[in-house]
């Protein structure tokens, strides 16, 4: 738990449980009932364990690598109690996720070396880029940074407005031109008011869009080409934002999105609600994408950097 | 949309390829395959497995019953029959008898509930002839009134908003009022993404509902949502008992588990799909039309519909005379670019036609194909459009110069244009194939009995 706590501090793990706690409930009560009357661990128990994977979004691949793992234990310990199934579960996934060699942050921080840091926020309709933006700029504001918004969504209604409203409330610079404009113009000239304004921070909100319209994931590529034009070796960052409602969709928008602007990383929102946060147990085994951050609460300070060992933790604590 | 479900049902059904009949082993193993293809397609993993019990019942009792019958085939119709009825079994509409008709549309946060409210009063307001009212009770999220004030101006339907009012239910309420003040028929009450473990949000929508009296409340769910799908709506109907469900963002490659869920679930039908960002992209829930569009059979009847949707009449009227003289030109073609184009995606368009799915699958297919076309007829003279005889070599060179394609693929579509226009001659002569006059017919045809459902 020392590990745990270094980085977690007591009240970011309270948002963590109470956002999860759904989730928690529901994977939790469900392994107890499974176990429930049995001593040991028998193919019952595992096509129960499968039911329950399988149901919290975690995915059929990684369902099954996970079962095997499981089974290939029972195998080789022959004796396998039920009371000992929440540890090794807990061990395999966090053993899991490991594996795709990606270190969680420890903060919101952001390289020191680049000034401006341009990060692009990309994603579906209704994820929550706009809402994440707000709450990511909040942080970096916190932290002493000079942060500016570039609106280039210029295509959902009111879009615009609404990230203006976020950056009034974080206190951060604006920049935009208007609705119905160029969205790679936009992010161009953000990244141009960032340097000429002395920000640490360009942070630019993209209208959403589903991975399956070729000319919209097009229209992605070519913002993110025109912000590398803006300023080389931009955009330092491409972040998608992926809703946790979403079911086995959701590899397939980390699938397309990487092709069209090599996403970097992943932020994982609406974990608050009954969202299963298997998801992101599947996307991080799935996807060489590391999650960053993720989004407990509708309040402005919800948003929290990912911890692989602590989601875990989270996910089997009593 | 629904594909990657059918391509796995398909490979169930091959299991079936070979087999002289149903028997225990095969039904079993297909039935197996089926459920994984359910399970991975979001479908809630209980309902999978009911559903499939169900199949392996029926397919049982069939056995012996249509011998001329393969079985593959045997088994599409069960799960087709099945997911018809898993689905809903008819098309349910929504109750738009009060006076003022009140809609409340409910959901969770990023469904599409503001998009799918403007499009509804688009539908009402064109198809069903209504005089729709949208109010702006979304009093949280930032922006959200200017949303809908927005979406409201592109659909041509006044929005009743209260900027500096926090109040959703007194704001709907004096909203219903104002309808009846301006003779609005119906209208449709826009409110805040709530989740559905949020206590206090979900008291108050439950209040909205109690306060308005809504003729049909609406819950909006986003396509792509996974198993959580279920416990969402359950909760929801616990609250508010919503008449029917939207699914959201169906022009994606979700596959669409939930649609097949919820009904099951909840009990309550799917009344309305939306599909894309422009406003004309709702349509009423078909289960049987879907349920062959999962099996990879093609919707042919909303591929009608839709092109019924943007068919003007008097324009094709003049279309089937000039075919009939061989006089069809550059200007036709460019205005039939025009109506594919307000169509929507072609590839979804193109998905609705038996046995495209699987052809464009793999296919970078879009609308800007037809971009070069139109480029090359922009580089033509007006006499040049409507006379497409004139063309010679230099005229060729320069509108290859004007378009920025080379000659070869300028006179590759002129040959193309050739060959399309002759045919359409020879069919304009066919009795009982003329796409002018027959085709309007028909559309007249079906027109009247679309208003008559």
């Known amino acids: 738990m020392s590990f745990f706590n270094k980085f977690f501090s007591k009240e970011k793990k309270e948002d963590l449980d109470k956002g999860l706690e ?31 994977l399988i149901t ?30 929440n540890e090794i579960l807990r061990d395999e996934i966090v053993q899991l996720l490991a594996e795709n060699n990606t270190t969680d942050l420890e903060d919101f921080t952001l390289p020191a070396s680049l000034k401006p840091n341009v990060i692009l926020v990309v994603g579906v309709n209704g994820v929550g880029k706009t809402t994440t933006i707000g709450k990511l700029a909040y942080q970096y504001k916190q932290r002493g940074m000079k942060v500016v918004m570039g609106a280039a969504d210029t295509f959902r209604a009111a879009a615009v407005d609404q990230l203006k409203i976020w950056s009034e409330r974080v206190g951060c610079d604006f920049y935009s031109k208007g609705m119905n404009t160029d969205p790679a113009a936009v992010a161009y000239e953000t990244v141009q008011h960032a340097l000429n304004n002395n920000c640490d921070v360009a942070i630019i909100d993209t209208a959403g869009r589903l991975h399956t319209k070729i000319n919209l994931m097009k229209e992605l590529s070519k913002i993110k080409r025109s912000v590398g034009k ?89 | 949309m629904f594909d990657s479900l059918s391509e796995r049902l398909e490979g169930a059904f091959k299991t ?34 009911e559903f499939t019990d169900k199949v392996k019942e029926k397919a049982l009792g069939q056995d012996n019953v249509l011998k001329s019958v393969k079985p593959g085939q045997l088994m599409i119709k069960i799960v087709n029959d099945e997911l018809v009825e898993l689905m809903g079994g008819t098309a349910a509409d929504i109750n738009l008898k009060g006076k003022p008709a009140v809609v409340l549309v409910a959901g969770l946060q990023g469904s599409g509930k503001t998009t799918f409210s403007g499009k509804l009063a688009y539908h009402l307001k064109n198809e069903r002839k209504k005089s729709p009212l949208l109010v702006a009770c979304d009093v949280y999220r930032p922006a959200a009134i200017d949303q809908l004030s927005v979406i409201g101006e592109q659909v041509k339907v006044p929005v009743y908003k209260e900027a500096e009012n926090k109040n959703p239910v007194e704001i709907a309420l004096k909203g219903i009022a104002h309808a009846q003040a301006h003779n609005h028929d119906v209208v449709i009450v826009d409110t805040a993404g709530r989740l559905s473990i949020d206590e206090e949000m979900m008291a108050e929508i439950a209040n909205i509902k109690a306060a308005i009296q809504p003729n049909e409340t609406l819950f909006v769910v986003d396509s792509m949502t996974g198993q959580d ?23 994606g490659d979700t596959r669409g588990g939930a649609a097949l869920s919820i009904k099951y679930q909840v009990g309550k039908p799917i009344k309305f799909v939306s599909m894309g960002e422009k406003m004309n992209t709702l349509d009423v829930f078909h289960p049987d039309r879907m349920a062959s569009r999962i099996l990879g059979m093609g919707d042919i009847v909303s591929f009608v519909e839709m092109a019924e949707r943007q068919f003007d009449e008097e324009q094709a009227k003049k279309l089937e005379k000039k075919i009939k003289k ?30 495209m799915s699987k052809m464009t699958k793999n296919l970078d297919i879009d609308n800007s194909a037809f971009n070069k076309v139109e480029a090359i007829i922009f580089s033509m003279t007006p006499q040049e459009r409507a006379n497409p005889e004139l063309m010679n070599m230099s005229r060729k060179q320069r509108i290859a110069d004007g378009c920025g394609h080379s000659i070869h693929e ?5 040959k193309q244009f050739d060959q399309m226009r002759k045919m359409m001659h020879k069919m304009s002569k066919m009795p009982g194939m003329g796409m002018g006059g027959n085709a309007s017919g028909g559309a007249a045809k079906r027109k009247s009995r679309r208003r008559r459902r």
């Open chain 1, 22 to 52: 759904k989730t928690k409930e529901s994977f939790f009560g469900k392994l107890t009932k499974a176990v429930a009357g049995k001593t040991t661990v028998d193919d019952e128990v595992l096509d129960e364990l499968e039911n329950i």
């Open chain 2, 326 to 355: 061989n006089k069809f030109d550059f200007n036709d073609f460019l205005e039939q670019i025009g109506q594919i184009r307000k169509m929507g995606d072609i590839k979804h368009l193109m998905n609705m036609i038996p046995g």
């Open chain 2, 229 to 251: 799908a279920v416990n969402t709506a359950e909760a929801f109907n616990e609250r508010i008992d919503y008449d029917g469900v939207v699914l959201t963002k169906l022009d």
């Open chain 1, 230 to 318: 803006s300023l080389e070796g931009a955009p330092h960052e491409v972040l998608l934002v992926l809703d946790a409602t979403t079911g086995q969709n959701a590899f397939e928008q980390a699938r397309h999105f990487t092709d069209a602007t090599e996403v970097s990383a992943l932020a994982l929102t609406k974990l608050d609600g009954t969202a299963k946060g298997g998801v992101a147990i599947g996307i991080s085994d799935q996807f060489k994408v590391p999650i960053k951050y993720i989004g407990v609460g509708e309040a402005i300070d919800k948003l929290q950097v990912f911890n692989k060992r602590a989601f875990v933790d989270s996910l089997f604590e009593q």
């Open chain 1, 56 to 85: 919290s979004d975690v995915g059929l691949d990684t369902t099954v690598k996970i079962i095997e793992r499981i089974e290939a234990r029972v195998a080789r310990d022959k004796y396998l109690g039920t009371s000992e199934l």
């Open chain 2, 410 to 414: 300028v006179n590759a579509f002129l």
């Open chain 2, 16 to 49: 079936l390829k070979g087999e002289s009949k149903l028997t225990d082993i095969n039904i079993a193993q297909s039935v197996k395959e089926i459920r994984r293809a359910l399970v991975g397609a979001d479908v809630n993993y209980k309902i999978a497995k």
